[in-house]
């Protein structure tokens, strides 16, 4: 690949979006990219693997890596994830610690500020998320304790969402990233292929329409993707659940619940691939595949490598 032109000064690296679950990593990442790399939803461990977003402009070009929520794990998929998410640490050129400010530290973020102690890294900056939320009695309280935590080389409170500081931040990251060409060609904004962006966002519906621990049962693969016309992909996917009665759900009654996914998502992948889809969707039981590292690792779970 030709080395492109880049401006004297140019600055271009990795940044490591690391923090406990639903803090809104995923959400910050889509922003700065302009469009949705990653899915998000309003239930934690909504992100199973490391994916980037890739922010090009003139003078720097900023690599997001977008990573699971570190928690405590469950089953394998859940131990995966978080080896995902630690990995990361090392090979970043910035940490981003993003953590919910509207609410006081818990034990999940004690544990990656431990963790930071143990794994090498570059510069940290704690982005303090969710600060439209955040009472202006708490603001003071709030970010004393968490600056405790972890003494960042910077620090800003930012909402991911309504915007907020969101540039301010931004300038930060790129003033602790090296002077360097880019990585990625301009025009190049995630890692993932179309048809895992496709899966992601049938699984983003349904984290949307389902409750308690169904969402968290599934995987999506897709088992077809084909181009029928110049305007219209064919796409067929199956949901796979852990249980009969989580299939029963999904479907619902008269295969509602699976309609709606459908019809959701069917408009999702739309508006990613720019032409009409034709979308077909399966629903089947692999028993406790959370739990099955053969399964997991099938799904296409994996700690990527070095
Ligand atoms: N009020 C408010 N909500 C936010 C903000 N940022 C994110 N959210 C919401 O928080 C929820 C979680 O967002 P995600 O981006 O999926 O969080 P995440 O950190 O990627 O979560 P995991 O992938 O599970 O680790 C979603 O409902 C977002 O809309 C914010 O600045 N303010
Ligand atoms: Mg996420």
């Known amino acids: 690949m030709a080395v492109e032109e880049v401006p004297p000064g140019h600055r271009a690296g990795f940044v490591t979006v690391i923090g406990r679950p639903n803090v809104g990593k995923s959400t910050l990442v889509n ?28 003078d720097a070009q900023v690599i997001f890596v977008d990573t699971p929520g570190i928690h405590t794990p469950k089953h394998k998929l859940g131990e995966v994830m978080v080896e995902t998410a630690r990995r990361t640490i090392p090979d970043a050129d910035v940490v981003l610690f993003m953590v919910d400010v509207s609410v006081p530290p818990t034990e999940e973020d004690t544990q ?31 970010t004393e304790s968490y600056l405790a935590l972890v003494q960042p080389a910077a620090w800003m409170l930012v909402s991911a969402t309504r915007g907020d500081n969101r540039d301010k931040l931004l300038d930060l990251i790129i003033a602790h990233l090296p002077e360097g060409p880019r990585y990625y060609p301009p025009d190049e904004i995630t890692d993932q292929q179309e048809r895992d962006i496709a899966a992601e966002l049938i699984r983003e519906q349904a984290l949307a329409f389902l409750r308690d621990e169904v969402p968290h049962a599934i995987a999506v693969q897709i088992e077809e993707f084909q181009e029928r016309s110049a305007n219209l992909a064919y796409i067929s ?70």
């Open 112 to 142: 990656i500020a431990e963790l930071l102690k143990t794994e090498p890294h570059g510069p940290v900056i704690l982005a303090l998320n969710k600060s439209d939320l955040l009472p202006p009695a708490h603001v003071v309280p709030h």
């Open 31 to 58: 922003a700065y990219v302009g469009q949705k790399v990653a899915i998000v939803s309003p239930k934690p461990q909504t992100t199973r693997g490391r994916l980037l977003g890739i922010l090009t402009r003139n």
């Open 237 to 306: 996917a199956t949901i796979y659940v852990e249980k009969e009665s989580q299939k029963a759900i999904v479907i619902g009654k008269d295969g509602e619940m699976l309609r709606k996914i459908g019809a959701r998502a069917r408009q999702e992948i739309e508006a990613l691939l720019g032409r009409r889809v034709y979308l077909e969707l399966w629903v089947k039981v692999r028993k406790n595949w959370r739990k099955r590292e053969a399964d997991v690792r099938r799904f296409g779970y994996v700690v990527p490598e070095r």
